[in-house]
């Protein structure tokens, strides 16, 4: 059968990303406060040694420049504008790489036709590092915020789609029985089975297509663009400011684990059930 | 049909209306790389509308087909099973199912389960809802109805199924060795609840069983099926007297049942075979 062939072919090529274990044992050997500790004199370190061991500062900036770029930027610079701008940005493709992914992946798991003619493309553009298309982008759709977005919406989409496609296929067959008894049609297995059992892979494909997002808001500032945070670190790379990168650096950091944090919140109230 | 009556014990009125006529059925199964398995060959049962009839057979004689047949997930090779005179050609409201798993959905609360035929089916919520709570009461989980599967023992989950089986208020129960992953005790308890359940909502009930003791402690009348080919060898009327009680396993008449079911499932021969 040639279709199994190209579905365990295509399994095989994008494995699902798989919800993390996210406990690590390190804070219940150190304690919370063991953990705080060990930071505040990791950083103390770095404040102190650095200039000690004669580090300059345009390689490696100190914790207190790094806070006053920071300061500076948030208040007097550009940086509130930028992140705005890059929130918008990956947002927005976020939105749409959802949305995409979800439709694109409940038509896979329920028309055949569907999966043949298009996991090959899939396959083939999941292969392709995203990133490489964003010159190619820029000239499509422009310099503008439209090219950050499509970017954003292209790298996140997969992950986005490989988990839903993955999480639909994962409902338990005496469950899939259960409804067939029932003579329940397709739209009630998809709504009140498949969709329910698929929840724990989609939070975990928005997890990873949440920071992708980001990741290609970013590039598509680098690659051309006349704002965002991935316009500033260009900016600042220019002028050797080291600090500013770091800070800008921390607020992506930030965002990211904003991010992590929310959806895996809603992970745990959407797929409450798992241990 | 089925009245809500509780608590009316006694020999049940058994209409000579046959509920279900099995006739002449038979069920072969293509191999893969070819050849063929007959699965259950020539089966002929008949049951009554109210009757309590068991089948018991060893494990690969081809139950759970008979029963995939019964429930209309399968269709037979030849023969015909009628309910009420109409064909079985797919799987029917009027018969409720247990399987040998509870298969609840996680995400749903016990409540929520029960109801799931009614919201496949489309049914009124509001009239279930009054019948569901009467069936907690009825299977002993009164106060459980916003629990979740994972709350609950196994014991309790499968009495949710029970309830699940029964809330569109089918005329059948069928039951596919519904206690078999419970414990020895849970199981005894079970039993004697079905025994209750049963006189207080008037099914006609087909159980499917590898339990001899339970067979016997259960029904009206017994079937005994071999395996290999499968098919139905004996019918044997249970005469002990209901409501059945767990003494009932003393009664010399028991043990003469149980007796003559081993020598028709041929376990002497094995015993001695293994000796």
């Not at chain 1, 890059?86 to 038509?107: K, Q, R």
Request: charge should be neutral; proline fraction near 5%.
């Amino acid at each position: 059968m040639p279709g199994h062939d190209m579905q365990s072919a295509s399994k095989q090529t994008i494995p699902a990303i798989q919800a993390q274990e996210t406990k690590s044992s390190l804070p219940s050997a150190f304690g919370t406060g063991g953990l705080v500790l060990f930071y505040i004199v990791l950083f103390v370190a770095w404040e102190m040694l650095l200039p000690l061991l004669g580090v300059p500062a345009y390689l490696v900036p100190i914790p207190s420049m790094i806070l006053h770029s920071l300061q500076q930027g948030l208040f007097v610079g550009t940086y509130l504008t930028d992140l705005g701008i890059t929130l918008m940005e990956m947002l927005s493709g976020f939105g749409i790489a959802v949305a995409l992914g979800l439709i694109v992946g409940a038509l896979i798991v329920e028309f055949r036709f569907v999966e043949k003619v298009f996991y090959p493309i899939i396959v083939a553009l999941q292969s392709l590092p995203k990133i490489a298309l964003a010159p190619l982008i820029l000239i499509w759709v422009g310099f503008g915020i439209e090219s950050k977005i499509t970017m954003a919406a292209l790298v996140a989409f997969f992950p986005v789609l490989v988990n839903t496609v993955t999480g639909l296929r994962a409902y338990d067959r005496d469950m899939h029985e259960l409804f067939r008894s029932l003579s329940a049609n397709r739209g009630q297995i998809l709504w009140r089975l498949k969709i329910p059992a698929a929840l724990p892979f989609i939070i975990a494909g928005l997890d990873v297509g949440f920071i992708f997002a980001l990741l290609g808001a970013i590039v598509g500032e680098f690659v051309g663009s006349s704002a965002g945070l991935g316009y500033a670190i260009i900016q600042l790379q220019y002028q050797f400011d080291t600090a500013g990168v770091f800070a800008i650096l921390v607020i992506l950091a930030l965002i990211g684990i904003t991010g992590h944090t929310l959806i895996n919140m809603l992970g745990k109230q959407a797929a409450f059930w798992q241990k | 049909m089925a009245g809500d009556s509780l608590g009316s014990g006694g020999n049940p009125n058994v209409n000579n209306a046959s509920a279900i006529s099995i006739e002449h059925v038979g069920k072969t199964f293509a191999r893969q790389g070819g050849g063929e398995v007959v699965a259950v060959e020539n089966v002929n049962i008949s049951i009554s509308e109210g009757e309590f009839v068991c089948l018991v057979g060893p494990s690969g004689c081809g139950k759970s087909t008979l029963m995939k047949l019964v429930a209309g997930l399968t269709r037979a090779t030849n023969g015909a099973i009628r309910f009420h005179n109409e064909e079985i050609v797919s799987p029917r409201r009027d018969i409720g199912i247990v399987f040998q798993a509870p298969i609840l959905l996680p995400w749903r609360s016990a409540l929520e389960n029960v109801l799931l035929p009614i919201q496949i089916y489309g049914l009124s919520r509001e009239k279930a809802l009054r019948r569901a709570h009467e069936l907690f009461d009825l299977v002993g989980l009164k106060g459980f109805e916003g629990s979740y599967p994972h709350e609950l023992s196994g014991g309790m989950q499968q009495r949710v199924a029970i309830a699940r089986a029964l809330i569109h208020d089918p005329g059948m129960l069928l039951m596919d060795e519904p206690f078999g992953a419970l414990d020895a005790m849970t199981r005894q308890i079970m039993n004697l609840e079905l025994t209750r359940i049963w006189s207080a909502q008037k099914k006609t009930v087909l159980l499917i069983t590898h339990d001899i003791g339970e067979a016997i402690f259960l029904a009206d009348r017994v079937l005994v099926m071999s395996a290999r080919p499968g098919t139905i060898v004996e019918t044997i009327e249970i005469d002990l007297p209901r409501p059945r009680r767990l003494s009932v396993v003393g009664d010399v008449k028991f043990g003469a049942y149980v007796r003559q079911i081993q020598q028709l499932l041929g376990l002497d021969e094995l015993v001695e075979a293994y000796a």
